[in-house]
């Protein structure tokens, strides 16, 4: 019979109780699980709740359970529906009736929603160190390749060229926003429901400023309502984790193209590459296609959690059973991304002739020639209409702006004069750049500065 059986006249039948189960999932949080009740079961003591050999007996028999699961030797029973119930009957049964008294002042509502987010903290934190490792790999590939130029692209089309360091840079700023968001779900989920018991708190003299303290809370929740039906952490978490994912898809997705024979600027490591089973010649992008893939799977997650979440009444529902599946799937699924986006970025090999030879094509000094004409007095706007023509005119005899003669140009406007073949160099106008946040070399050496700087606050803080 269930905990409940006293209220009870019959047992739920097999099947509802493996559809109400949730440990097959919520197993995984037994550390956590452990940590709470110890923490209970002191506080208990301390407040002459409970005898002092009660909880002695309580936490030993917790940290021998704790063995037997780490050593693979604990049996996990589906009758007992959740890792809570499972862990409690073992206790009973090995230390006997100080073993029922732990969960005096307690509900599952209040322990469930302790043990998640510990889980969340430490998930966070883990996120956070695989974050940082990126970033120092993408950093790395900036310093190791300072003048490499390849094209930058909008609509995929050529537009401008830029440094490679730079291009690497900008996905270490959105690797470092995604840390923020880590630090802020774990910032949300660090505090402490403990105590509240099933929703209205407890007639029990408990201590909830001392359990929140042993298990590394920073802070009480104030509302019991709230703390046991609360799951504001685990949407924060698992939007983290979406946007994260979403940043490792659009840098997954350029290393997929790099490495086509269209671009031909990187190559992947063959440790992070595949053959096909037809086809002798092929290596595939296979890991960044699937980190790509995974990323619907971590948005779908969150998704699950907001619907679930739309509807509910104060304080705990059943639903909040389906709260745990998709926030540890996220999680899982960024971290094995993250080290996967980690080794490719550390062992790809880059192209700087094809990348240079890319960027010499497309007309890519366009803007640059506009410029020219602007600072000389010419208005930006019939600036660009005349290099326009320019354009025009090269795509009609197939060749690139530094085919054009000094003729050519002046045939469109007097302001042109030799040294307008400066303006057609791709080191000049990449140098050039040397506003805040350019691509300039001046201006990337000061932003990869301000990347280390950044990285450092945050390797500090893990």
């Not at 099933?198 to 400023?209: F, H, I, K, M, W």
């Not at 609360?230 to 983290?240: E, G, H, I, T, V």
């Not at 998709?326 to 986006?341: F, K, S």
Request: one cysteine or more; hydrophobic letters at 45%; proline letters at 3%.
């Amino acid at each position: 019979m269930a905990l409940w059986s006293g209220r009870f006249t019959q047992d739920v039948s097999e099947f509802t109780q493996r559809f109400g189960a949730s440990l097959p999932v919520d197993k995984a949080l037994y550390a956590q699980d452990i940590a709470g009740s110890q923490a209970h079961a002191r506080m208990l003591a301390a407040r002459g709740v409970i005898s002092d050999a009660d909880a002695a007996a309580i936490v030993q028999g917790l940290d021998d359970i704790k063995v037997s699961i780490e050593a693979g030797e604990f049996v996990f029973d589906i009758n007992d529906e959740d890792i809570h119930m499972s862990i409690e009957r073992e206790l009973i049964a090995r230390i006997g009736e100080a073993g029922a008294r732990l969960h005096t002042g307690r509900s599952r509502n209040d322990q469930v929603a302790t043990d998640t987010r510990l889980f969340a903290k430490q998930r966070c934190a883990d996120l956070m160190a695989a974050n940082v490792a990126l970033r120092q790999a993408l950093i790395a590939q900036a310093e190791a390749h300072p003048d490499v130029i390849l094209p930058g692209y909008t609509h995929l089309q050529h537009a401008q060229p830029v440094l490679f360091s730079h291009h690497m840079l900008a996905y270490v700023w959105m690797l470092t926003r995604d840390f923020e968001r880590l630090s802020a779900a774990q910032h949300a989920a660090d505090a402490s429901p403990l105590g509240s018991a099933a929703l209205a708190g407890t007639t029990y003299p408990l201590d909830r400023q001392m359990t929140a303290e042993a298990l590394g809370f920073s802070r009480v929740i104030p509302n019991s309502l709230d703390a046991v039906s609360d799951r504001d952490f685990l949407l924060d978490l698992s939007y983290a984790c979406s946007v994260s994912c979403m940043h490792l898809s659009r840098l997954c997705e350029e290393l997929v193209l790099w490495s086509s024979s269209e671009f031909n600027f990187i190559e992947l490591s063959d440790a992070f590459s595949t053959g096909s089973s037809i086809m002798p010649q092929k290596k595939n992008p296979d890991f960044a296609e699937l980190i790509r893939g995974k990323t619907g799977r971590v948005v779908g997650d969150l998704m699950a959690l907001l619907v679930t979440m739309k509807g509910l009444p104060l304080a705990y529902n059943k639903d909040l059973q389906e709260d745990k599946e998709g926030a540890i799937d996220a999680a899982r699924t960024l971290e094995d991304c993250l080290m996967c986006a980690t080794g490719m970025i550390e062992t790809m090999d880059i192209k700087p002739d094809n990348m240079l030879a890319q960027a010499q094509k497309g007309h890519l000094a366009a803007t640059d020639v506009a410029d020219y004409l602007a600072k000389k007095g010419m208005p930006f706007r019939r600036a660009h209409e005349v290099v326009g023509h320019l354009v025009l005119l090269c795509e009609q005899r197939g060749c690139n702006l530094n085919d054009l003669t000094l003729d050519d140009f002046r045939a469109e406007s007097d302001l042109f004069e030799a040294d307008i073949t400066a303006a057609l160099d791709m080191e000049s106008i990449v140098a050039a750049r040397t506003t805040e946040g350019g691509t300039g070399h001046q201006a990337v050496s000061v932003q990869l500065a301000r990347a280390k700087e950044a990285l450092a606050a945050d390797e500090a803080n893990l």
